[in-house]
């Protein structure tokens, strides 16, 4: 077949499926087509209905819906190229876990690794996503040399940094077009082990203050206990560390083991009760693994999963939650925005929100992203089941708190800020829609985040 | 154009109420609605449909109202062609008249009249709506039916037979679902409004702001098409009704 003509493939493949993201909260229904090259995705593109790349469907909200259209998925795109020191072209379909696991035995790694490894490259670079090195290193997007992407026009397009079209993509959320390939920088590494530092912390100050102490480690991180009250109120862990040595060792593992991560140890299944995750459960599990960090502990090797993605060891967590789902919040205020950031952290524990995955992390500067999300400061991120009462205010007035900072949410994570927030906190915006209409005059590409937060809209004027 | 959709803690962005001035519409609208949603109002009564949106303006991000009349086919279907330029969320359709039974009887334009607002008009509104959010790839439908579309009663056969029109069409809907649209089918008793303030209330009556909350938990649960009695137990009381006698209907309709 030499193109993707939709109308002509099978039925079954035509079929309404439902689809949300990760917290599996709002559905909506599309038809998935999976592409095998270039030429298809622009046939597809040509045909002119409304569509959007969906990569691994790890985005929270709704970022990778498209109601009523065409998702393509790319998952057949895994194409691989090495060049000359540790620079890859890679198919964007193909996931930031198979890169790891190519790459990491011929000793590279990858630059920016989220908190999952199963994210495609091309969602990586669609929401710009950051890991654990972001204070030294960045996110993603500022290690991508090249970015291959058919516009709304059906146009294929190498676009660089020099290309402001590159920097609309980057954190563009998919909607520019659809990235079908790109070219990254990896970072050398010695071993597939991780050296760690951990430091349990006793309250807020104290986790805060050992998480700025470990910016001079190329990754770091804290876990919070955000049901935790009085005295103990924002205790916490801080794990710090970077690629260990040639020749460290897990104790627990001493063999080099191949693929480099780890499968997943369980799956939650698909019914799973909405009760399993509740204020006493989690308080259960949140003061279990903070007594069971060491006080201070320094030059554990660990994996690479165990470091960098300790989730992934229990296949589809988001089901325990059960069917009502849950939102991920997630917002950065600036380094100076110190008090909001304490005042917002000790509203969720007044709100007593059972989150078992709260995390506190340091950004550095920027990036040229219009729609990039991490700027210079704290971000902090909770997970929150959507019958925690009064959830819609509590949200809505951390939104205007953030904004009023300076800061902004995440739109990889987002799935119920209302629309009006997003020029105060991505004050970019306007541009980001030139470009976006420059790229797409169709306007072909449509996601449910974008049709919710009118990012599909005309510039202002 | 600008598009919405409904966001992760159930809160749509454009709500339209078909039948602008309808009490139970209006609680359906007050139930959903946030501080960032835009209601559209869509009736034949200008003056008492601003009255309307007043009323609203505290509970949503503005409203607009559009004079609009089911019973005339061409601009009506205009008319929702403009309103949908810009995506709704969650339709409402409303509209609707009680006549007087005997007055109907008497009259054959005031039955004609009734048929064509609860029946024709209504579910030629639903029909549009359908479309509409078929081609926006996304929506949530709301019919109020009645349980006098359930059998013909001597007291409302003229009004039920109208409301039965609607109801046939959307079960279809209901039973045939398209996935890209929810539809709710509501069945409710006899509810207190101005509508049937001249009546005497039946058993188990109910009030718009208890069919409101019924329809805002279908909608935040996002739960799919379906049929909804309000109160549930109607659902019982029908299948009975289905089965009493004639003579013993006639009776206790009395």
């Known amino acids: 077949m030499s193109g993707l003509d939709v109308e002509k493939r099978k039925p079954s493949e035509l079929t309404w499926q439902r689809f949300t993201g990760w917290g599996m909260t709002s559905p909506t229904v599309a038809r998935e087509v999976q592409p095998t090259s270039t030429e298809e995705v622009i046939d597809a593109v040509l045909q002119g209905s409304r569509m959007l790349v969906r990569g691994l469907g790890r985005s929270y909200g709704d970022a990778a819906q498209c109601a009523g259209g065409l998702l393509l998925n790319l998952r057949q795109m895994t194409s691989l190229t090495w060049h ?10 193909m996931s930031v876990r198979d890169l790891i696991n190519i790459a990491t035995p011929q000793g590279w790694f990858v630059p920016v690794s989220p908190g999952t490894s199963w994210v495609s490259i091309g969602g990586a670079i669609a929401a710009d996503v950051h890991g654990k090195n972001h204070h030294r290193d960045g996110s993603f997007g500022s290690h991508v040399l090249r970015i291959g992407i058919v516009d709304g026009n059906g146009r294929y397009c190498e676009i660089r940094p020099d290309d402001p079209r590159f920097w609309a993509t980057v954190g563009g ?33 104290d986790t805060v203050a050992q998480l700025q102490r470990a910016d001079s480690s190329r990754y770091s991180v804290a876990w919070l206990d955000c049901l935790a009250t009085g005295s103990a109120c924002g205790r916490g862990v801080v794990t710090f560390g970077d690629h260990a040595p040639a020749g460290a060792r897990s104790t627990r593992d001493l063999r080099m083991s191949s693929p480099v991560l780890a499968e997943p140890k369980v799956t939650v299944p698909r019914w799973s009760p909405s009760l399993l995750l509740n204020k006493h459960t989690v308080a259960m599990f949140n003061s279990v693994w903070h007594k069971r960090a060491p006080r201070s502990r320094d030059g554990e090797v660990q994996s690479i999963s165990e470091f960098f993605h300790p989730l992934d060891a229990v296949a589809m967590w988001n089901r325990a939650y059960g069917g ?19 005042s917002i952290f000790l509203r969720l524990v007044k709100a007593q929100v059972p989150s078992f995955l709260t995390v506190l992390k340091r950004f550095g500067p920027g990036n040229s992203g219009f729609l990039s999300f991490p700027i210079a400061g704290w971000t902090l991120t909770v997970d929150i089941p959507t019958d925690v009462p009064d959830l819609m205010r509590l949200l809505d007035s951390m939104d205007q708190q953030v904004a009023a900072a300076g800061g902004r949410v995440y739109l990889a994570k987002d799935s119920r800020m209302p629309a009006q927030m997003l020029p105060q906190m991505y004050p970019r915006l306007d541009a980001w829609l030139q470009l976006r209409n420059q790229m797409d005059p169709r306007g072909v590409f449509a996601s449910d985040l974008g049709r919710r937060l009118h990012l599909a809209n005309a510039p202002r004027d | 154009m600008s598009s919405l959709v409904i966001d992760s803690l159930g ?27 835009e209601v559209v109002l869509a009736g034949r009564d200008a003056v008492r449909m601003a009255a309307a949106a007043g009323a609203l303006a505290d509970c949503s991000a503005g409203v607009q109202v559009f004079e609009m009349d089911v019973t005339d086919s061409s601009g009506s279907s205009k008319t929702l062609n403009e309103i949908f330029t810009r995506e709704v969320d969650i339709a409402i359709i409303a509209a609707g008249a009680l006549p007087v039974q005997a007055a109907a009887l008497a009259d054959a334009r005031t039955a004609r009249s009734a048929l064509e607002v609860n029946g024709y008009g209504a579910a030629a509104a639903l029909l549009t709506c359908h479309e509409q959010m078929r081609n926006q790839g996304h929506g949530r439908l709301v019919a109020l039916s009645s349980i006098a579309a359930a059998r013909p009663r001597p007291s409302n056969y003229i009004y039920g037979a109208g409301k039965a029109m609607l109801d046939f069409l959307c079960r279809g809907l209901v039973e045939s679902p398209d996935p890209r649209v929810q539809v709710l089918l509501v069945r409710p008793g006899f509810v207190r409004t101005k509508m049937t303030a001249h009546m005497p209330a039946a058993p188990f009556a109910t009030d718009p702001a208890t069919v409101a909350a019924s329809v805002a938990a279908w909608s935040n649960k996002s739960r799919g098409s379906q049929i909804m009695w309000v109160p549930a137990v109607l659902q019982h009381v029908a299948r009975v009704m289905s089965l009493l006698p004639l003579a013993l209907l006639r009776k206790l309709d009395r």
């Open chain 1, 84 to 93: 000359d020191d540790g620079i890859v072209t890679v198919g964007a379909g």
């Open chain 1, 173 to 205: 959320m998919g909607l520019t077009g659809a990235i079908v390939d790109a070219t990254l920088q990896l970072i050398p590494v010695a071993s597939a082990k991780m050296s760690v530092s951990t430091r349990r912390t006793q309250d807020f100050d």
């Open chain 1, 324 to 342: 009502r789902g849950f939102v991920q919040y997630q917002f950065v205020v600036p380094d100076s925005a110190h008090e909001e950031l304490r």
């Open chain 2, 11 to 37: 809160r749509p962005q454009r709500i339209l109420l078909i039948g602008g001035t309808s009490e139970i519409g209006l609680a359906i609208v007050s139930s959903l609605s946030t501080a960032t949603t």
